[in-house]
C-alpha cells in the first residue's frame, strides 16, 4: 500500500529563515505528488503539484520542490519564509495507473509556526 | 464556481445520536472524497467515488459510518450511533478525473463535537 511520511511533525521558524519540509513516498510506481496548505480555520488549498517533466517545480507564494525519484522524496522548500507562512503542510501522493487512481493519500501533515 | 460546499459547518450533539455530513462537490468532477482529520492521526481518506460508485471504503472506521452518493451533485457521511471519539473535522473533496493528475479541490469541512 502506498505511505507518506512527513519527517518533521512541528517546525519553528524565524522570519526570513529558510525552509525544507522533508517528504518521502513508499510506491514503486509513476506518481504525482502534490503539497497542500491549510491556513489556521480553513480547508486545504494547493501549494504546487508535480506530474512529469523538471523535477523541480514552482508553486503559489514562493514555494517550490524537487523532486527525486532515486530518493523517493518530494521536500518543499522556501528560501524566506513569512509570518504569514504560519501554517500547516501536507505531503499527499496519487499512485498514477494503479487500480486506485485518484486516490491521494496524504502524509501527517507539519506545522510551521513562524515567528515574526 | 461555488468550490465544495459542506454542511453543516459545525455539529455538536450527544453520544449515540445520528450525525449526517453533507457535500456538494464541483458541478462536472467526478470524484468525491470523504477525509477526517484529527490532531492525533491527521488527514485520513475515509471513502472516495467515482462517478457515484463506492471504489475504496477501507478507510472507514466501523460499521457505524456510512456514506452516499445518491447523484453526482450530493453525498452524505452519517455516523449512527455517534460516539466522543468522532470527534473532528470531516472534509469533501472532489476533482476530474484524469489519471490522478487533478488537484483535489476541498471544502471548509464540518466540525464534529460528540459530547
Known amino acids: 500500500a502506498q505511505s507518506v511520511s512527513q519527517h518533521n511533525h512541528h517546525v519553528i521558524l524565524s522570519e526570513a529563515a529558510s525552509l525544507e519540509l522533508g517528504c518521502n513516498y513508499s510506491y514503486g510506481g509513476t506518481v504525482n505528488l502534490f503539497w497542500y496548505v491549510q491556513y489556521p480555520g480553513q480547508h486545504l488549498q494547493l501549494l504546487l503539484k508535480y506530474f512529469s517533466g523538471d523535477p523541480l517545480v514552482k508553486g503559489i507564494k514562493g514555494f517550490e520542490a524537487e523532486f527525486i525519484k532515486s530518493k523517493f522524496s518530494f521536500n518543499l522548500r522556501k528560501p524566506s519564509v513569512q509570518w504569514s507562512d504560519t501554517a500547516e503542510y501536507f505531503c499527499a501522493v496519487n499512485a498514477y495507473g494503479s487500480s486506485n487512481t485518484g486516490k491521494l493519500i496524504f502524509g501527517q501533515g507539519t506545522t510551521l509556526q513562524v515567528k515574526p | 464556481d461555488a468550490g465544495v460546499i459542506q454542511s453543516p459547518r459545525h455539529e455538536v450533539t450527544e453520544m449515540g445520536q445520528e450525525v449526517t455530513l453533507r457535500c456538494k462537490p464541483i458541478?462536472?468532477?467526478?470524484?468525491l472524497f470523504w477525509y477526517r482529520q484529527t490532531m492525533m492521526r491527521g488527514l485520513e481518506l475515509l471513502i472516495y467515488f467515482n462517478n457515484n460508485v463506492p471504489i475504496d471504503d477501507s478507510g472507514m472506521p466501523e460499521d457505524r459510518f456510512s456514506a452516499k452518493m445518491p447523484n453526482a451533485s450530493f453525498s452524505t457521511l452519517k455516523i449512527q450511533p455517534s460516539e466522543p471519539r468522532d470527534s473532528a473535522v470531516y472534509f469533501c473533496?472532489?476533482?476530474?478525473?484524469?489519471?490522478?493528475?487533478?488537484?483535489?479541490?476541498f471544502g471548509n469541512g464540518t466540525r464534529l463535537t460528540v459530547t
Open positions: 473533496a472532489s476533482t476530474l478525473s484524469s489519471g490522478g493528475n487533478s488537484p483535489l479541490h
Open positions: 458541478s462536472g468532477h467526478d470524484y
